[in-house]
């Protein structure tokens, strides 16, 4: 236990903010979380933990939960508008060496953070969740921090954390009136979620299925059940046909999607019909945070809310995790003996651990996005497309480096945190 333990408030209850919540709850802190959803939001679809992230997994001790619930994809496969196989790249099942397309650390967000809260809440010192309110201000003294919640109540607080994601509040909060957000948003690029009832076929496999149409439009689905598959549309399209649609309205952004994919090809009218009927639809404007620095005073951000890295990097979860464990460890090493603590120390030390990473996972991203779509737009691209995919499946190339996906960095190394490895749950 700490000689005094901090009151820390964490603003949002996705994987990051849960992340942060078990590992100070374990060291004994004194931890609410705030969610302005009415409970947890354990919806979206699935992702995966890669390099380190794997290993802060394994820290926790719920590499055996998180494989319990794992979902069961056994590949990718690479399609022409025919669905004619072009291309198959398979799980890594191996244990060693780096993870294909396909991790075998596969979950649904929602199983995942299920995950992450019960064990936030099994901690003895085990944080309290507050749902359906939000962060409406913040006022700074020199030893605390005084919260206004939407709700109408106060409270002060030695420390606030910011988990509240791409589009963060608090971020805005703690950069002040006017101040660039550190938002940058890649021009044209949208990405769409859902999930929709395909019963599964005789002998049909868990395998990911990839389809990229001209126009620069792609489709991906995943089975993660018998019933239901996860479907991911993306396309790089003129700006203001997405645009002018109010962030959030899935009804306009689903009138406009359709438009952008009619006579995609493949599968497009079964998946545009079930997009209308999707009632966990999101789409994504797809954006880079990019920060000066990840703190204030007492206020620091984890996560996306600091540093979203983009779906185009794969990375997200993971850089999730294993920041909320680098905060949290440089918390318990500043803080831990100090009564109230160091926490300008510890918030300079984990941007100073952590950085190096983030800015190598972000590095290029801009390029990326322009490359990714170069053989995209015209019908004879996509051939070529197809027939350079079918070349990397039969020479075993790892599919993962032709998408970009960097696992880890060179010369960078997880922190090792006595201070949480002494402390009990």
Partial sequence: MPARSLRVLISGGGIAGNAVAFWLAKQGHDVTVVERFPNLRATGLQLDLRGP??????????????????????????????????????????????????????????DLCRLLYGAARSCKSAPQYVFGTSVESL???????????????TDRY????????????????????GAPDGLQRLPGLYFAYFTMRKPIKEGEEYIATSYMAPGRRGMLTRRHSPDEVQVMLSCKTDASRLENVPRGDAKQEKEVLAEVFKGAGWQTDDILKGMHAADDFYCERVGLVKLQSWSSGRVALVGDAAYCPTVLTGMGTTCAMVGAYILAGEIGRHCGQKGSGDVAAALKSYEQKFR????????????????????????FGIRVLNCIM?????????????????????????????????TEA
């Fill in 53 to 110: 992230g794997i290993e802060v997994l394994r820290r926790m001790g719920l590499e055996e939960a998180f494989q319990a619930k794992a979902a069961p994809e056994q590949g990718m496969q690479w399609v022409d508008s025919k669905g004619r196989r072009r291309a198959y790249f398979p799980v890594n099942t191996s244990g060693t060496g780096r993870q294909s397309f396909s991790s075998e650390f596969e979950i649904m967000r929602g």
């Fill in 158 to 177: 030695d420390l606030v954390v910011g988990a509240d994601g791409q589009w963060s509040r608090t971020r805005k909060m703690l950069l002040g009136p």
């Fill in 390 to 422: 079918g070349l990397l499946s039969f020479f075993k190339v790892n599919v993962a480096d032709v998408f970009g996906i960097r696992e880890t960095v060179k010369g960078w190394q997880l922190p090792d945190y006595k201070e949480m490895a002494k």
């Fill in 139 to 153: 006022d700074q003294r020199n030893d605390a921090v005084d919260v206004r919640f939407e709700n109408g109540k």
């Fill in 356 to 379: 190096p990473f983030m800015e190598a996972m972000q590095e290029g991203i801009l390029e990326k996005a322009e490359s990714q779509w170069a053989m995209g737009g015209s019908a």
